[in-house]
C-alpha cells in the first residue's frame, strides 16, 4: 500500500517563501503529484516528478529524492490567492493506474 | 483549454434511492476516474476505467457503486440505494497518455438524507 504524510497546516507572509514537505511509503514508486484546491473548488495539477531533483513553473516549484521517499513544493513570491490547499499524491508500481493523495496542507497567508 | 465537465454540481437524494453522476472527459484523453472528498478530508480513490473496463477499484467502490462509458463520450458513477455515508463531494477526472497530470471536472457536491 502507500501512505503520503504532509503538515496539516502552513501559515506565511504575502511576498515571502514557503515550503510544505511531503513523505511517502510505496511498495514501488513512479511518480509525485502535486495538486492545488482552493475552497470548494477541484484540484488542480500543479507538477510531477518521476525523477530526482528540481522541477521549476513559474513562481512554483517542485523537488524529488527518491532515495529520502521525499518531495516538496516550493511557492514563491506568495500572493493571497495561493490561500488553498496543497496535497501530494504518489503513482506506484503496483497500481499505476491510479494516484493517492495525502490528506493536505492547508497554507493560509498573511498581508 | 480542455475541461471535464461534471453534472449536477448538486444532487441531494434521500437514503435508499440511486443516484447517477454524469462526467465528460477531456475528448482524447483515455484513462477516467472518479475519487470522492468527504467535507474536510483528503480525496480517496473510487475507481479508474481504461479501455472500457474498470482498471482498479478501491475498497469504498462496493456492489453499491458502478461506472460506464455508454456512448464514447459520457462517464457515470451510479449509487445504489444511497447511504447517509454517500454524502461527499464525487470528482472525475481524466487524463492523456502520459498519465501524469489529471484534470479534474468542479465536482458533485452528493447530499443524501
Known amino acids: 500500500g502507500q501512505s503520503l504524510e504532509q503538515p496539516s497546516e502552513v501559515t506565511a507572509v504575502e511576498g515571502a517563501i514557503v515550503q510544505i514537505n511531503c513523505t511517502y511509503q510505496t511498495s514501488g514508486f513512479y511518480g509525485l503529484s502535486w495538486y492545488q484546491q482552493h475552497d470548494g473548488g477541484a484540484p488542480t495539477f500543479l507538477s510531477y516528478?518521476?525523477?530526482?531533483g528540481l522541477e521549476e513553473t513559474g513562481r512554483f516549484s517542485s523537488f524529488l529524492s527518491r532515495s529520502d521517499s521525499y518531495g516538496y513544493l516550493l511557492l514563491q513570491e506568495l500572493q493571497m490567492k495561493d490561500s488553498a490547499s496543497y496535497f501530494c499524491?504518489?503513482?506506484?508500481?503496483?497500481?499505476?493506474?491510479?494516484?493517492?493523495f495525502g490528506s493536505g496542507t492547508r497554507l493560509s497567508i498573511r498581508p | 483549454e480542455p475541461e471535464v465537465t461534471q453534472t449536477p454540481s448538486h444532487q441531494v437524494t434521500q437514503m435508499g434511492q440511486e443516484v447517477i453522476l454524469r462526467c465528460v472527459p477531456i475528448?482524447?484523453?483515455?484513462?477516467f476516474y472518479w475519487y470522492r472528498q468527504i467535507l474536510g478530508q483528503k480525496v480517496e480513490f473510487l475507481v479508474s476505467f481504461y479501455n472500457n473496463e474498470i482498471s482498479e477499484k478501491s475498497e469504498i467502490f462496493d456492489d453499491q457503486f458502478s461506472v460506464e462509458r455508454p456512448d464514447g463520450s459520457n462517464f457515470t458513477l451510479k449509487i445504489r440505494s444511497t447511504k447517509l455515508e454517500d454524502s461527499a463531494m464525487y470528482f472525475c477526472?481524466?487524463?492523456?497518455?502520459?498519465?501524469?497530470?489529471?484534470?479534474f471536472g468542479s465536482g458533485t457536491r452528493l447530499t443524501v438524507v
Open positions: 475528448s482524447n484523453h483515455l484513462y
Open positions: 477526472a481524466s487524463t492523456g497518455q502520459t498519465n501524469y497530470g489529471y484534470t
Open positions: 516528478n518521476a525523477l530526482d
Open positions: 499524491a504518489v503513482r506506484d508500481q503496483s497500481s499505476a493506474s491510479k494516484i493517492i
